[in-house]
T-cell receptor, first 117, second 110 residues
């Protein structure tokens, strides 16, 4: 089945120790997104790629970086995690980039639960 | 700035009843809204999309309405079942990206 896969599902890292989360997709979608979701909160978009075009959200901390080496894979790098970065990190894809009048549903992976100690 | 708000209080209902969840938005007039379901520890799953020119959309036991005057979308689960227990998120697209509400947790008791 076509799907979005995230690894690892659970990650514990120490304060200040770099960590990388990975996402892969078999849907062949053009757009890949990274969201941060804290407990009982809305998913918050960090950045997205439309093909190789990287789009950062204005309020995403510089500590968060992303790479998309090919269509199928996307990585989230947290250079110096703080305690406040403990959250679920969700990767999602969509076939195309939606506009104000066009909509494309997003397909989410199961998430990586990151704990910073 | 654009805001989307859902009732943060959990909704507890009896099996077989209809659950109604509310999504309100401000400072924007979206051309569409999307609804997702999220189970604990999992990613959201797309359920329905409704456009501004559609008053109502149905999918099996789910029904969504969109009132552009009230700036509100209602999400109904009819003949609810315990398996419908989850958090339901609404989302709308200012500038083409999705902004999600914080979700409403629905609990259906047998």
């Amino acid at each position: 089945d076509a799907m979005v896969i995230q690894n690892p599902r659970y990650q514990v890292t120490q304060f200040g120790k770099p960590v990388t989360l990975s996402c892969s997709q078999t849907l062949n979608h053009n757009v890949m997104y990274w969201y941060q979701q804290k407990s009982s909160q809305a998913p918050k978009l960090l950045f997205h790629y439309y093909d190789k075009d990287f789009n950062n959200e204005a309020d995403t901390p510089d500590n968060f970086q992303s790479r998309r080496p090919n269509t199928s894979f996307c990585f989230l790098d947290i250079r110096s995690p703080g305690l406040g970065d403990t959250a679920m990190y969700l990767c999602a894809t969509s076939r195309e980039k939606g506009g104000p009048s066009e909509s494309y549903e997003q397909y989410f992976g199961p998430g990586t639960r990151l704990t910073v100690t | 700035s654009q805001k989307i708000e859902q009732n943060s209080e959990a909704l507890n209902i009896q099996e077989g009843k209809t659950a109604t969840l509310t999504c309100n938005y401000t400072n924007y007039s979206p051309a569409y809204l999307q609804w997702y379901r999220q189970d604990p520890g999992r990613g959201p799953v797309f359920l329905l999309l409704i456009r501004e020119n559609e008053k109502e959309k149905r999918k099996e036991r789910l029904k969504v309405t969109f009132d552009t005057t009230l700036k509100q979308s209602l999400f109904h689960v009819t003949a609810s079942q315990p398996a419908d227990s989850a958090t339901y998120l609404c989302a709308f697209p200012p500038g083409g990206k999705l902004i999600f509400g914080q979700g409403t947790e629905l609990s259906v008791k047998p």
